[in-house]
């Protein structure tokens, strides 16, 4: 099952389509017949061996990329709390991961003299 949504872009004039996908698993047909929905969405969120993957993801994948803004992820976001505290997240780790390779970069310069 495919769901999609065109959000702007903020990289290029235009759209991109940030898709919801889901498979009918064992398990994800277990939880449609208990009526299940917000076990559904983990399901989905954890899926990825299976190729899925919720809209969050995949806006976060497109935020990730340069292609959208924070400010589009959440507008579009399935689970806009969940959004938050994923763009959150993956700000923080460029930082770190920014602040690591700045530290590097120091020690080398500074063992190259």
Do not use: C
Request: a negative charge; charged letters at 30%; aromatic letters at 6%.
């Amino acid at each position: 099952t495919l769901a999609q949504e065109l959000v702007p872009r903020d990289d290029v004039p235009g759209r991109t389509a940030a898709i919801e996908i889901m498979m009918v698993t064992p398990t994800i047909q277990q939880y449609i017949e208990d009526g299940s929905t917000s076990d559904i969405e983990d399901a989905i969120f954890e899926g990825s061996h299976w190729g899925m993957q919720t809209m969050n993801q995949s806006l976060l994948h497109y935020y990730e990329q340069g292609v959208i803004s924070p400010e589009t992820a959440q507008f579009y976001a399935g689970n806009a709390t969940e959004m938050r505290q994923m763009l959150r997240r993956m700000d923080k780790e460029r930082e770190d991961a920014e602040r690591i390779a700045e530290q590097k970069k120091r020690r080398v310069s500074k063992a190259e003299r």
